[in-house]
């Protein structure tokens, strides 16, 4: 067991869906060409206002809402200043010493237990733009598209001690956010993404070690490794003698390592001053009331109501209220079924998400919708169908659409039911295999599946299970 401790606070953007950007009208669409989306106020013009977009302030609030912080009445932006060719005016309007969110929390579970992480804040700002370098042209370009799109920046305190806790965290901002339909935790696009603040301190220490921060993380799969990685890194260089350097590094996704990148800024670098451009954002009792009566049903109410109402294992519950769209799946197929709730579940987390997962299409996406889902099942429980053939088809389902019903019958998949067609072929398999007939009888009970998988064979996968295994139990006792 290592003799040091791993203490991790992340720093989260999560990119608003906003139609326009946070300080003027240019649209905040992904995927258009290069500063198609720019004006005088975003490209950062001399003599230009900038003006709040009120559906950032409702969005931000909520957030705050959702994850029990104290959304303060009087929030105030800052200019945060830096030079980096991506960012036109030369500052970024963010927030320092008056957020609009301050002192929440957000529960975890990681491998059974229950723990609280910390929120330090949550502060309203605008996105940088995108350098882009090409080593054909041997030139670099600016694309100022995303420059003044509306980020929230959720500041955790440093309460993680393990990279499972980071990603667990990380899941259920990205679940809450989801939820809430104010960003749609596109990590791959950038909509959702973190820096890590990793450091280590011998167990029983107060104080904190030095810490690295860590950038390019990109999926929760690189975000544990590069954790994990400079965890490493760093009781490497203690045991060695050397000391932990403050710096900001970059994760190397092909190599699994972190790399210098530069030095780490603090706060007085950036000479944070309130932007004198833009008032101070004084909130309504009245609006921040209307906001807490807006949350809808949050992830972690609805994962404890699953269990409850549903009476699912918390494994199954958390998978399926990850994501919104699959719980609203899972409930619309539960309403459509009439028969056990366990096995929609079943379906759902061992059928549909991983054809969501292996296509990165989403559940509210799929073409099989929940009623042919129903559909399906009710095949299924009145032997129509096995549910080996169910299963066999269910992809075909998902991207065609059809009528399980029609597709069934369509492809000549109804199961065979008729008892003397069946007492034909077990007949003959029994023929053609006197030696395990032998060793059946004589107690190998488990010769059972072979016997069932020959009669599988025989009739194409067709064979009414139920009926076959009564008629083999009887011709061998």
Known sequence: MSRYETVIGLEVHAQLKTNTKIFCACSTKFGNDPNENVCPVCSGMPGVLPVLNEKVAEYASKMGLATN???NQKSVFARKNYFYPDLPKGYQISQFELPICEFGHVDIEVDGEKKRIGLTRIHM??????????????????????????????????????AEEAVAYL??????????????????????????NVSIRPYGQEEFGTRAELKNLNSFRHIHKA???????????????????????????????????????????????????????????????QWQSELPELPSDKRERFMDEYEMADYDAALLTSE???????????EAYSGEIKKVTNWVVGELLPFCNDTEVQACDVKLSPEKLAELLK???????????????????????????DYVKAKGLVQMSDTSEL???????????????????????????????????????????????????EKLS
């Open 125 to 162: 700002e605008e996105d940088a733009g995108k350098n882009i370098h090409s080593s054909a042209d041997n030139a670099s370009f600016v694309d100022l598209n995303r420059t003044g799109v509306p980020l929230i920046e959720i500041v955790s305190e440093p309460d993680m001690r393990s």
């Open 324 to 334: 919104l769209v699959v719980a609203d799946y899972f409930e619309a197929a539960v």
């Open 423 to 473: 007492e034909a072929m077990v007949d003959q398999v029994l023929a053609d295999n006197p030696s395990e007939v032998e060793a059946y009888k004589g107690g190998k009970t488990k010769l059972m599946g072979f016997f069932m998988g020959q009669v599988m064979r025989l009739s194409k996968g067709q064979a009414n299970p139920g009926i076959v295994t009564k008629l083999i139990q």
């Open 227 to 289: 954790i994990n990685y400079e965890v490493e890194r760093q009781i490497d260089l203690i045991e060695d003698g050397e000391e932990v350097v403050q710096e900001t590094r970059l994760y190397n996704v092909d190599k699994g390592t972190t790399h210098s990148m530069r030095g780490k800024e603090e706060a007085h670098d950036y000479r944070y001053f309130p932007d004198p451009d833009l008032v101070p954002l004084v909130l309504q009792e009245e609006w921040i009331a």
């Open 171 to 196: 899941k259920e901002l990205r679940s809450i956010l989801l939820y809430l339909g104010i960003c749609d935790g596109n990590m791959e696009e950038g909509s959702f993404r973190c820096d890590a």
């Open 379 to 405: 095949l299924v429980d009145d032997g129509t169908i096995s549910v080996k053939i169910g299963k066999d088809i269910f992809r075909d389902l998902c991207e065609s659409g059809d009528s399980p019903a």
């Open 69 to 71: 912080c104290t959304v």
